[in-house]
């Protein structure tokens, strides 16, 4: 089947989900087989996710949908990931940003390259890979509107949410082999909501888990 009838196919399944139509055609516009290594080009439109080398993974569809969706990301925000990955992620969430940016925070280096060549084949210029540690966030772009967490965390880290605005949201998987899928909304205090259960790469280095 070609790769467009694939993606096609993706976006349908991801609809049944109850996945909004914004972050739908977010997704219709990011070709994710240019985001995974040529030998898993097969699957590149499957709902699970796939290595991508150095012992990671990009994460399925749906959870990039589902976490798009919860963090109701809107033109003109800024937004900081945590674990770059292949950078597509980052991708549909520069999509969702439109005007707006993303810095997108990796920890191994190559893949910082990886996820920057990626971002650059599938034309988008208002992502940023940063080589960091990102579990202390990245101070120097903050406050962010949005905070996307794509590894595992021992907690809702407040390094993140000291560096997000008033009103802004942050999605972080909270856990060891199993998290839970926390949204916390930065009002007066922290609301924070359990959204289920998800199973991430754990979040390495200060404030991580040890490797
Ligand atoms: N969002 C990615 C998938 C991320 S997998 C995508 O769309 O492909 C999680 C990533 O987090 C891995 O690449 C891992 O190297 C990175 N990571 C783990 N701990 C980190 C840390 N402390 N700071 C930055 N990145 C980290």
Redesign the pocket.
Known sequence: MELETQKNRLIGELRQHGISERVLEAMRRIPRHL?VPEQELRDAYADYPLP?G??????APHM?AIMCDLLDIQDGMSIL???????????VMGVLAGSGHVY?????AP?ASF?RENLKKAGITNVTVVV?????GLPRFAPYDRI?V??ASPEILDTLTGQLKSNGKLVIPVGKNFQELYLVTKTNGLKKEAKGGVV?????????FPY
């Open positions: 985001f991508i150095w012992g990671q993974t990009i994460s990039v990931e945590i674990g770059a990955g292949s950078g597509y992620h980052a991708a997108t925070v990796e920890v191994i893949l996820a960091e540690y990102g579990s202390l996307s794509a590894a991430f790469v754990p979040l390495v280095g200060k404030k991580g």
